[in-house]
Structures are given as structure tokens and as C-alpha cells.
């Protein structure tokens, strides 16, 4: 077996790639939690945290584009950190990736029936229980259930499907937006906006924190490289672009929903970005308009780590880090399709707990991001020091600059995290998730022999792995 990911079909263009990163970083986030930013930090200090949020990502976004342009293979990060660390920083940098994926998807999931709620009130019937405070209804769930269902049906299918259904939807999500944009400018108020600036340092970092998962997605292109049918220096190219993108659109939301109400009724709505709207062109219908872009964002989303998810899932399982039926590739759809219905089944069950379970999954999948990305910074640290000659089609000047700058900003978005800081985990809740999911991560990890890092890694890992086995074969593609 070799790192070429025998098997999948290119058939990714440009707009493919642009939209499905573009489309992953842009979720339901900026509709249910833009009230909580402006209370913290104001519609300024909101905007302002969003553009230093974005030139970190966009750091480590460059660390991205020049290791995939030099490995584009399915799995991007486990790739890099394979051959820049060695198995077990692989296994580290991949498993906390994993769990930023499932948590966005799960996320959407929860998103999608609590969308339906402001559009159809009563929908809520059939009483189950209540989590945090929280009533949660059969009605509910079952939406989320047979939305999971459908996402996880059309990315079983192929990749091609799942790329148009990613295009159009970004489409009508930028409809939105720009009418979300016009409205701020026809019926906003520059004094709904006042005070910019509230709460200081500590309420921009209650934005800071949410920042990896609302921007995780231009990573999926790395997922997705072995689908990719352009130039390697054109895609990392795309994903730099990607990043510059989901910022725009994080300032233009923060700025024209603090136009559209103020702060404290932003504070106390369900979707604020949709109130605003509405406010802003004196229609309930345009709220709703809005609403339907948030769910083409969620879509969107959720499509893209669908794809990621489930192809860096693959990437592990062909490396022997995970059971060999998640590395195995569906005979006529050349998907992996057993690691889609894996992500599948989870999003399927984040329905039963409920809204308080979207600002969990923000949080612990948001730790677990960052992580990611330092192994990632890491590895191309590594990587510029030990392989000078490698070939990299895109290549960052002044990278090893770059790379520390890179590794300081993204470790300081992980201290926000820890006990004591103004945004970090909640007990039990956030932690208990991502502890469980460490030690499950460890149990794993634990069986990898001792293998140097090298090009060769991962093959002999495979080798290794083999022999203490009684030469068990890898997993048919």
C-alpha cells in the first residue's frame, strides 16, 4: 500500500474546491450564536475579534497549503504529521481532528430541527426529557434523525453529487447574505451598533474560543486531495482564499446584525441574525429568508465534514490505526462509505440531547481543532528543517517565520481553553466529552510499535504492525 489512496475518483474542479471550503466554514453558527458575540464583545469588538481570529487561521492555513500541495493525499494532517512526527503524532493529530469533525456534523444536526422551531413554532410535540434545562420532543429529534439520514445518503453515493448539491447551496447562502447586507444599509441603525466595543479583552475572547470550530473547513481540502483534479499549487492556493473568505463573511454578519437590533435584544433571541433581518427590512419574511440561508449554510457544512470526516477516518484505518472496515473503499461509488455511515450513526444520536449540546460540540470540538493544528504547524516545521529539498509545489516564503508565528498564535487559542481563562471548558459537560474521547484515543493508540518518521512511515508502520499480527493483509480499496 502506498499514500496514492488507490481508488477515488477526481473529479473536484475549482469552484468545487472554493465552495466546499468556503461552504464548510460557513455553517449555522453565525445565525444561532451572533447574539452571544455581540453581548460579549459588542458588534465591533465582535468584528474585530473575527479579523484576528482570521490572520491566525490564515497562519496556519499557510502551513496547510504548502504540505498539500507536496502530499496530496486523502487524510491531509495524518499524512503530514506521519512523515513529520511518526505514527503516534499521526495518530494524535488525526484523532483530534476526528473529533472536530463529528462535532460540527453533530452540531448540524442538533441545528437543523431547532431552525424549524422559528420557522413553525409548535413544531415541538411528544414530550421526551429534559438536559440542562431543556425540553427535548420526539418531533425534534426525529427531524435531526432523518436529516442525518439524508446527508449521510448523498455522501454514501459519490463525491460528485455531494460537490453540485455543495455549489448550489453556497449560491443561495451568498444570496443571503448580500441581502443580509443590503438590508443593514436600507434599514440598519449605526446606533443599535453603540457601544462597539463591551466587555473588554474577556469578551473578545468568548469569540476567540468559538473561532476553530467556525472556521475549521478549509482543511477538508487536504481530506479531499485525492478527489481534487487541478494543480497542486492551485490548491493551496484556493484553501489560502477559502480563509480570507470565511472572514469577510464573519465580519459583514457581526457588523450588519449589530445595525439590525440592539445588543440586549440580540442577547435574548433564538436565531439573532435572523431577528435582525428582519428588523432591518421591517418583514418577518426576510427573517425567514435569512433562516433559509442558515440552513443552506448548515448544509454545506455538514456536507463538507461529512467528506473530511470520513476520508481522514480512512486514512487511519488504512495506516492500521483503525479496524480495517473503516478503510475500505465502496466497489461502485469509490467513496468509504462504511467511514460516512460511521460519522452518519453519530450525528443521528446528537438530536437526543437536546439544544444545550450545540454549545458543547462548539467548545470540546473546538479544543480538539486546535490541537489539530498544532500538530499540523508542527509537522511543517519539521518538515522545512529536516526535508529543505522536498518538493513543494506552493511554497510559503519565509515559512519557518511563518510556521512560529503560526504554532504561537494557535497555542494561545488553546490556552483560552484551559481552567481558569475566561472561555474555558465547563465541568462535566465539555470536558467529560473530550476526556472520553481521549481515552478511547489512547486505548487505540497504545498497540503502534515504535516507527522513526520518513516519507516511508506509514508503509512501515503497515510492515510492523503485519508481523506482530501473523501477516494480516490491508484493507481492500
Not at 29 to 35: D, E, H, Q
Not at 143 to 155: E, F, H, K, R
Not at 292 to 307: E, P
Not at 352 to 375: D, E
Request: with cysteine; proline share 6%.
Amino acid at each position: 500500500m502506498t499514500n496514492s489512496s488507490p481508488g477515488f475518483v477526481k473529479v473536484l474542479g475549482r469552484a468545487d474546491v472554493l465552495a466546499l471550503a468556503f461552504g464548510a466554514m460557513i455553517g449555522f453558527g453565525w445565525i444561532v450564536l451572533t447574539g452571544d458575540f455581540i453581548d460579549a464583545a459588542g458588534s465591533g469588538g465582535a468584528a474585530l475579534a473575527f479579523v484576528i481570529g482570521g490572520v491566525i487561521m490564515a497562519f496556519v492555513g499557510l502551513t496547510y497549503a504548502e504540505l498539500v500541495s507536496a502530499m496530496p493525499h486523502a487524510g491531509g494532517e495524518h499524512h503530514y504529521a506521519m512523515r513529520a512526527i511518526g505514527p503516534k503524532g499521526a495518530f494524535v493529530a488525526s484523532w483530534a481532528m476526528v473529533l472536530g469533525y463529528v462535532s460540527v456534523v453533530a452540531f448540524e444536526a442538533v441545528a437543523v430541527p431547532q431552525t424549524l422551531v422559528y420557522l413553525f413554532p409548535d413544531i415541538g410535540v411528544v414530550y421526551l426529557w429534559t438536559i440542562a434545562g431543556y425540553d427535548v420532543y420526539t418531533s425534534l429529534v426525529a427531524i435531526g434523525v432523518i436529516s442525518a439520514v439524508v446527508m449521510t445518503a448523498l455522501n454514501y453515493v459519490g463525491i460528485k453529487p455531494a460537490s453540485v448539491f455543495q455549489g448550489i447551496t453556497v449560491l443561495f447562502l451568498l444570496a443571503a447574505g448580500a441581502a443580509m447586507l443590503t438590508g443593514a444599509f436600507a434599514g440598519g441603525s449605526a446606533a443599535n451598533t453603540e457601544p462597539l466595543f463591551t466587555g473588554g479583552l474577556p469578551g473578545m475572547f468568548v469569540v476567540l474560543v468559538a473561532v476553530p470550530f467556525l472556521f475549521v473547513g478549509f482543511d477538508v481540502i487536504p481530506q479531499s486531495a485525492s478527489e481534487i483534479k487541478l494543480p497542486h499549487r492551485m490548491v493551496g492556493s484556493l484553501l489560502v482564499i477559502s480563509v480570507f473568505c470565511a472572514t469577510a463573511w464573519y465580519v459583514m454578519v457581526m457588523l450588519t446584525a449589530g445595525a439590525g437590533l440592539p445588543a440586549d435584544e440580540l442577547l435574548t433571541s433564538e436565531l439573532a441574525s435572523a431577528d435582525s433581518m428582519a428588523a432591518m427590512w421591517n418583514s418577518a419574511a426576510m427573517g425567514n429568508l435569512l433562516v433559509l440561508g442558515g440552513v443552506a449554510g448548515l448544509l454545506t457544512s455538514w456536507n463538507a465534514f461529512l467528506i473530511g470526516g470520513s476520508r481522514l477516518i480512512y486514512a487511519m484505518a488504512r495506516s492500521r490505526m483503525l479496524p480495517a472496515w473503516f478503510g475500505r473503499l465502496h466497489p461502485r461509488f469509490r467513496t468509504p462509505a462504511n467511514a460516512v455511515l460511521f460519522i452518519g450513526v453519530l450525528s443521528a444520536l446528537a438530536p437526543l440531547f437536546g439544544r444545550p449540546m450545540l454549545v458543547w460540540l462548539v467548545n470540546a470540538g473546538g479544543l480538539n481543532i486546535v490541537i489539530a493544528f498544532l500538530m499540523v504547524v508542527a509537522s511543517f516545521l519539521v518538515l522545512r528543517r529536516r526535508e529543505p529539498e522536498m518538493a513543494r509545489p506552493f511554497k510559503v516564503r519565509a515559512g519557518v517565520p511563518v510556521g512560529i508565528t503560526a504554532f504561537v498564535l494557535a497555542f494561545g487559542l488553546f490556552v483560552l481553553y484551559l481552567p481558569g481563562m475566561p472561555a474555558a471548558l465547563s465541568w462535566p459537560n465539555e470536558w467529560s466529552m473530550v476526556l472520553a474521547w481521549w481515552i478511547a484515543g489512547a486505548a487505540l493508540m497504545w498497540r503502534l510499535p515504535r516507527v522513526p518518521p520518513g516519507p516511508d512511515a506509514e508503509q512501515r508502520l503497515i510492515d510492523a504492525l503485519d508481523a506482530g499480527s501473523g501477516g494480516r493483509q490491508a484493507p481492500a480499496p
